[in-house]
Every structure is written in C-alpha cells, then in structure tokens.
C-alpha cells in the first residue's frame, strides 16, 4: 500500500515537474516564433495558460503536502500537541465541509463551458476547467485523511518538520 | 461592511490563526460570504479559476521561480561569490560586505528574497562563520537583511503582483526599484562597515589585483545575467513575461553548458521544486483574487476612500499611514496577501491624492519586504534558520541595526518620490 502511494507520488510529481518544463519550453517556442522567425503563433499562449493551470492545482491537489502550502503557523506552533491536534482537526473539518458544499455547483459551472471552445485550438473549455474539480476532490480526500488522523490522535506529521521545510515552498517573496 | 462579509472576515482570521493554508483559508472564508449573501457559491470557485486561467502577466512567476532555482543548482553563486570577495573582501567586515554585494548581483538575475536567503545567502553564512569573526546570529541577520533588497532591483515577483492588482506598467515599477534598491544596500553596507569597526572585525585577505580578471572573467557569463534582462526589457525586445523565460534560458545555458554543473538529476529536481512552489504560489494568488473580487463587490475600496477623504489627509498624511499599516501587517502576513489584498484597499485613495501608481506601488514593495524580517511572521527569518540553525531570536537582536537601515532608506523614499521616479521617466514614464 505505501509501496503504491509513494509510486502513484513519484508519477504525480515527475507529471507536476513535465508541466512546468512543457511551460517553459513552449513559452521558449513562442519568443522564437515571434522575434526570430516573425510569425507570432496564439496557439503558444493558450498552451502555456493552460500548462499555468493545470500546474498550480494539479500540483495543489498532488505535489503539496499540507506542510507545504503558506501558512501563519505562529500560534499554531506555539500551543501544545493536544490543541494543536483540534486545531488541525477544525481547520481540516471546515475546508471538507466548505468544498463539499460548492463541489455540485461547481461541478454545474464547469459543465456549462462544455458548449464553448478554447479561442486557438478549439477544445471545450469543460475539459481545460475539469482540473478544478480534481483538484476540489483531492484536496477533499487529503483533508479528510488527516481529520482522520488528527481523530485518532495519531501524531500529526507537522510536528516532525523543520522551519525551512515549512517554509522553503511557497513563498515567492 | 454587510454583516455576511463580516462573518467572512471572522472565519479567515480564525481559519488562517489556527494555521489553515492561508489558499484554503480565503476560499472557504469566501465560500462562507456566499452562502450567507445568498448569492451562487460556485461564483468562488469561477473566480479561482478565472483569475489564474485570465493572467498572461502571472506566466512570469513560474518563469522566475525557474530561473532563481537554476541559479541556485548551478555554481553560478559561487562564482560571485569569489567575484565579491575579490572586489570588497578588503573592507573591514569584508565577508559581510560580500554577502551585501552578492546579494545585489544576485537581485538582478532572481526576482524573489527567499531564493536569495536560501541560495547564496547560506554559502555566505558559512563563509562568514568559516573565519571565526562573525557571531551566527550577525551572520544570518546580514543575510536576512540583504535578501530584502531581491524584489526591490529588477527583475521581482512582488512587483509583478502589484502591477497585476494596480494595472501598472511592469516596465516603469522594475525601473522605479533601481535606485531604492541601491540605495537599501548602500544603508546596509555603512551599518555593516559601523558594526565591523566598533566590533573591530577585520578585513579578508586581500585577493592580489593580477588575480582580479580571472576571477571576473570568471564570473562573467552570470554578471552578464541582469544585463541581458534589462536591456531584452528597456531595450523593448521582450515584455517583462518573456524576459522570465529568456532569464531561465540563459541561468540553464550558462550553468548547464559554460559551467557544466547541471546534471539531469539536478534539472529535474530544479523544475519539480519550482513546480511546487509555482503550485503553492498561484493556489495563494488565485484564492487572493477571489477575496478581491468579494472586496470589490462589497465596495470596500470606494468606502475607505471615502473615510480618508473625510479625514482630510494630505499625500504625506495617507503615505505615513499605510506604511505605518503594512509594516504592522507584515509582522503577521505574507508578503504576497498584502499586495494583492490590502493593497488594493488604498489604490483609489492613492490616486484620488494624486499620488503616483508607481511610487506607491515600489514603497509599499519595499515595505513588505521589511516585513519579511520583522518576527513574528517573516519569511527571510524562517529560511536562513532552516537553512543553517541559527535561532531566530539571535538573528532578530543581530538584525536590529539592519531593521532600523532598512527603515530609514524606507522613509527616505516615501518622502523623496524623486527617487523612485527619477529613472522611469528618463525611460519615457510619464507620471
């Protein structure tokens, strides 16, 4: 079983890893087209706003652990294990419920854009948007394990971490 | 203020306090002002998905993030290293004046603080510690210290930001940063030169000039970096979005082909961990966009325009006031909430004093990035003790000096918008 997570995880992140150099690459693609070759291309800029978008919540949904994401732990690290442990829970319990509840009507606005096609290459938007809904049952599924977690009293994986791997993702500052 | 976005307020400050990701903090604190408005609850997820699928300009962040990653792998900080070391190391507290140098070529190839902090801002503190001269806590408060000044000298990710939520010019705010960020390392390097003397910390062996043109030829594929940047950018070949891809392209050029110390190992690495990161930071910029979005339905920004005009500030009054206020912020939010988030809140005050987009948009910049090292939350404080153990109280009580300097250079050019605006307008910015 771990076996199979921590392999399902090297595929998620080496496809994360592919999207940013796909982006990358493909914005390279467009600079060329545009100053050395003079033809500009619109297919390059759809491409890389989709890559953006697949990569901030694939990535959201896959590649970052809880402890990864910008947090103000300050208080959080300051109070003792037991409340820390209903915090985490509260925290976990209220994103489940608040994605829960928008999950259908989300679910309605992505399908919506089924009638209508990107502006150069013509895909249905639904498709482009659907990582959205991915990324809501994900991050559902991730919180949800660690409400669990948090209930059972199991030691929390925070605690284990350091300063810097709270903080070496995430900030851009 | 309705009482629904109240309660929204409520449940970010609680969500965010009890250490939720500040992301899911403002999604589920806008999914909460929707339910209780009765209005669609997917209009959250809509904007989400909007704001980071709509944003040409936001294609520069993962470009940067690449680029300053590169960096990082590759021995290009090395190599400037030595460069510095060779050009100041003479001075009194020489390692510590190199690590200021660095930190500014530095700035000028990576648009973000904590790439520098974590990068060669960690090699320097071991240089630093290596002598036997410097206090850890002294170390690691330079470094914090100087990693400010990152955002502030072209290209900046923060800068970018507040273009996006101000509808700026990229070109004009890079351009603005030039000076301030000079002048910020010129405060930094007379405190360290002050600190060096009265703690009588002595110079670096001296590097023998013959040996100085080996050393800069050296380091020259890297010294070219924030050149070709800038003159692709003012040059008007690229758009500030393009010039992070050719700044990555070249980071990987000069690394992987002229250094050759980039394996594919090392590639890989780079491009998952700047993944991650892209990942983690659009999350917060999207979720931040939606909050804008309930801001600006809720009129807020018109409301306190209102409020401050019926205050009868003076542009002096207003500047002193949100400074005052981002300062105190930024002891407890991130850098990239309060520019897309607070911000926002005093643009249209900001202009109806008639006060330049630009120069609001650099000071508060510069602003945030002090924040970065005022506890309880600063990020640059965070890294270097992650990166090298130093305790977080030595380097804020080592830090202070720089704080103050760093203020001071603050003051300095929210009174003196001269400063900011001198060099966009020889570059055509007319404002």
Not at chain 1, 84 to 110: C, E
Not at chain 2, 261 to 282: E, N
Request: with cysteine.
């Amino acid at each position: 079983m771990t076996q199979l997570f921590a392999g399902l995880r090297r595929m998620t992140d080496a496809a994360a890893a592919a999207m940013l150099a796909a982006l990358f690459g493909v914005f390279l693609v467009q600079i060329a087209a545009r100053y050395i070759l003079n033809v500009p291309m619109g297919w390059t800029v759809e491409v890389c706003l989709t890559l953006w978008l697949w990569l901030v919540f694939w990535g959201g949904a896959f590649c970052l652990r809880p402890s990864d994401h910008v947090r103000f732990d300050v208080l959080y690290l300051s109070v003792k294990r037991p409340t820390q442990r209903v915090f985490g829970a509260v925290a976990a319990f209220v994103i489940i419920v608040a994605f829960a509840i928008s999950f259908l009507p989300t679910l309605d606005y992505v399908s919506f854009y089924k009638i209508k096609r990107s502006g150069t290459l013509g895909i249905r938007m639904h498709y482009v948007f659907s990582i959205y809904l991915l990324f809501m049952l994900a991050i559902m599924a991730r919180y949800g394990q660690l409400l669990f977690r948090f209930l059972a009293g199991r030691p929390d994986v925070e605690g284990k971490v350091t300063a810097y791997e709270r903080h070496d993702e995430g900030s851009i500052t | 203020m309705s009482a629904a976005f109240a309660s929204a307020l409520l449940v970010l400050a609680v969500m965010a306090a009890i250490g939720a990701p500040i992301a899911f903090a403002m999604v589920v604190s806008a999914i909460a002002y929707l339910l209780l408005s009765g209005q669609d609850v997917s209009l959250a997820s809509e904007q989400f998905i909007q704001s980071v699928y709509d944003s040409f300009l936001l294609l520069a962040v993962p470009l940067f993030i690449t680029a300053a990653n590169i960096m990082n792998v590759g021995s290009i900080s090395d190599r400037l290293l030595d460069f510095c070391k060779a050009a100041v190391g003479r001075f009194k507290g020489g390692m510590a004046q190199v690590d200021i140098l660095v930190s500014l070529i530095f700035s000028g190839m990576s648009g973000s603080a904590v790439a520098d902090a974590a990068g060669v801002g960690k090699i320097s503190i071991n240089m630093m510690l290596k002598t036997g001269h410097y206090t850890p806590g002294f170390a690691g408060a330079v470094v914090a210290a100087s990693a400010t000044v990152g955002p502030i000298i072209p290209p900046s990710i923060p800068m970018v930001l507040y273009a996006l939520v101000s509808d700026s010019s990229i070109g004009y705010l890079f351009l603005g940063g030039v000076i301030p960020g000079l002048l910020m390392m010129m405060m930094l390097m007379a405190v360290t030169s002050w600190i060096a003397h009265r703690r009588n910390i002595p110079a670096e062996q001296p590097v023998p000039l013959r040996q100085l043109p080996g050393v800069t030829l050296r380091a020259l594929p890297a010294l070219m970096m924030p050149v070709i940047l800038l003159a692709g950018i003012y040059g008007g070949a690229t758009t500030p979005t393009e010039a992070a891809a050719v700044a990555a392209l070249y980071a990987l050029l000069v690394a992987g082909l002229w250094y050759r110390s980039l394996s594919f190992r090392s590639l890989y690495t780079v491009f998952l961990d700047s993944a991650r990161s892209s990942a983690s930071v659009g999350l917060v910029i999207g979720s931040a966009l939606i909050f804008n979005y309930i801001v600006a339905t809720e009129n807020i920004p018109q409301s306190l325009a209102q409020l401050m005009a019926s205050l009868h500030l003076s542009q002096g009054g207003f500047l002193a006031f949100t400074m005052v206020l981002f300062l105190a912020l930024g002891c407890l939010l991130d850098a990239t909430t309060i520019i897309l988030v607070i911000i926002p809140l005093f643009l249209p005050t900001a202009r109806a004093l008639g006060i330049d987009p630009i120069h609001f948009g650099v000071v508060s910049v510069v602003n945030c990035m002090i924040g970065l090292i005022t506890p309880p939350y600063g990020m640059l404080l965070f890294v270097v003790n992650g990166t090298t153990g130093i305790p977080i109280k030595d380097i804020v009580r080592e830090g202070f000096p720089f704080l103050v300097a760093l203020l001071a250079a603050l003051t300095v050019l929210v009174f003196f918008p001269e400063l900011v605006l001198w060099l966009p307008r020889r570059f055509g910015y007319e404002g």
